[in-house]
């Protein structure tokens, strides 16, 4: 199902002979599907707000103001290395006493921070990026070209969606 749902986005027109940010919730039929049928040129990232759900369900309600509040900083960082320092610094601490939660944080880790990733992004042609995927709000940071045209395109909900530059596509 998945798969027929994924190759219904090319049958209509969505592009694939360019870079493409697919937004996912972590589904891996879904993950599967998007690799099968555009390959390399899909850049996965997934969708924020679905894994800080994830992992807050796993904690008391002491603990869920302090994750939310690491991940959500680690989420807006301008760079990967602080992001990934700021999203396992609490996976560290939580590995004891809440394991499950340590684990969803790690899960699926490089996903979670694609588009903090410059070499994903410096390949040719330019995928666009849109502050959407990383929950921050457009007015809050300086945008690069390519995410200016994304920035331009109507709000979007953060999963199931693809984008490529300047153009939003949803299925």
């Known amino acids: 199902m998945c798969q027929g749902l994924v190759a219904n986005l090319q049958s209509r027109g969505l592009r ?12 891996k039929a879904l993950r599967k599907a998007v690799r099968a049928t555009f390959g390399e040129a899909a850049l996965v990232q997934r969708c924020h707000v679905h894994k800080m759900r994830n992992v807050l ?7 869920r103001p302090w994750v939310q509040a690491i991940l959500r900083r680690a989420y807006q960082s301008a760079d990967m290395k602080t992001a990934q320092r700021l999203v396992l610094d609490p996976a560290k601490r939580l590995e004891t006493e809440h394991p499950s939660a340590a684990e969803s944080v790690r899960e699926g880790l490089d996903e979670t921070l ?20 990383r929950g921050k709000s457009a007015q809050s940071h300086a945008p690069r ?26 299925g």
């Open 16 to 27: 694939t002979d360019r870079r493409l940010l697919v937004i996912l919730d972590g589904s």
């Open 114 to 133: 694609t588009v903090l990733d410059a070499e994903s992004f410096s390949a040719s042609p330019p995928v666009a990026r849109h502050d959407e995927c």
């Open 145 to 170: 070209e390519a995410e200016r045209q994304a920035l331009a395109q109507p709000s979007v909900p953060f999963c199931g969606k693809v984008f490529v530059p300047s153009v939003p596509f949803c």
């Open 57 to 63: 369900e796993c904690l008391n309600d002491r603990l």
